[in-house]
């Protein structure tokens, strides 16, 4: 059993340094210089991001405290997570990843940022359906189906699942 102490160390490093860190600060710097371009999309794009923003932390917070785990693949949850957020959609942290890009899009108005944005879609979606789920099939098995029937991969339900 991973000690909370550990996964919070090993999810804020992995959260700067990995995955969310380089998707959504190393290359939009890259692509954009963090140039803010002014006008409508600028409020837009905040408004994006900001709600981006909340699924991904409030999933890192559940993989940590409720999956007694982390994000990182290489650490991954003890307890399949099905609370919270994940009671809406079954990939809230990457949904709000792909709304933060899009928030990003509109507030440098980048066009690398669409290509990034539609990069990071792809990619995020074939590591799901040929990676994590297969994982998650086998590590809980009927529960993680029962969990698949119930709640989508990419479109949150309306009203809460309570299984």
Do not use: C
């Not at 700067?16 to 371009?37: E, M, N, S």
């Not at 928030?103 to 108005?109: A, D, I, S, T």
């Not at 029962?146 to 989508?152: A, H, I, M, P, S």
Request: charged content about 15%; glycine content about 12%.
């Amino acid at each position: 059993m991973a000690t909370l102490r550990r996964s919070i160390i090993v999810t804020v490093l992995f959260t700067l340094f990995g995955g969310p860190g380089i998707v959504l600060v190393v290359l939009p710097w890259l692509f954009t210089g963090l140039r803010v371009v002014h006008g409508w999309n600028e409020s837009a794009g905040w408004v994006l991001i900001v709600v981006g923003i909340f699924p991904l932390l409030e999933s890192i917070m559940r993989f940590v405290v409720v999956g007694q785990g982390t994000l990182m693949p290489a650490a991954p949850t003890e307890h399949l997570v099905v609370s919270g957020l994940y009671r809406f959609v079954r990939n809230p942290m990457y949904v709000g990843v792909g709304t933060a890009l899009a928030g990003e899009g509109l507030l440098f108005w980048s066009g690398h940022m669409v290509i990034e944005l539609a990069v990071a879609a792809a990619l995020m979606d074939i590591f799901v359906r040929f990676y994590e789920e297969p994982k998650l099939v086998r590590t809980y098995g009927g529960e993680y189906q029962r969990y698949r029937q119930n709640v989508r991969r990419w479109i949150p339900r309306v009203t809460p699942w309570e299984g």
